[in-house]
């Protein structure tokens, strides 16, 4: 693994169908085949990103190690574009919220394969 600071670290906009949001890269990470970074939240939820020689996998097990973390996983649309989100379930009003700001829509629940409305 290798991984290099952003100093000074690059802000830039994003939003194409609602409010912009500026984001901050902090760093960049470079993984070999088979190795993996856990991203840590508060109370010790995890999130796992795990290099193959053929991709990643973006997420632990959707329907699994992912829920006993709290998290659940879906598919957007935003304007024509799509996005996969994990969302900490105890946060589904924020979560809403934002997806009517940005004028996203859900495709699908990916951990229990539920088409949906976009209602969270």
Not at 34 to 46: F, N
């Amino acid at each position: 693994m290798n991984f290099k600071i952003i100093k000074p670290v690059r802000k830039f906009e994003v939003g194409d169908t609602g409010p912009t949001i500026e984001l901050s890269h902090v760093m960049d990470l470079m993984l070999e085949a088979d190795e993996q970074v856990t991203l840590v939240a508060e109370g010790g939820k995890e999130v796992d990103i795990c290099k193959k020689d053929w991709g990643y996998y973006a997420t632990p097990s959707l329907n699994s190690r992912l829920q006993r973390f709290g998290y659940r996983c879906c598919l957007v649309d935003s304007a024509g574009k799509k996005f996969v989100h994990i969302v900490d379930q105890n946060k589904m009003p924020s979560y809403q919220n934002y997806l009517d700001q940005q004028k996203m829509t859900i495709v699908a629940w990916l951990d229990n394969g539920t088409i949906s409305n976009n209602h969270a």
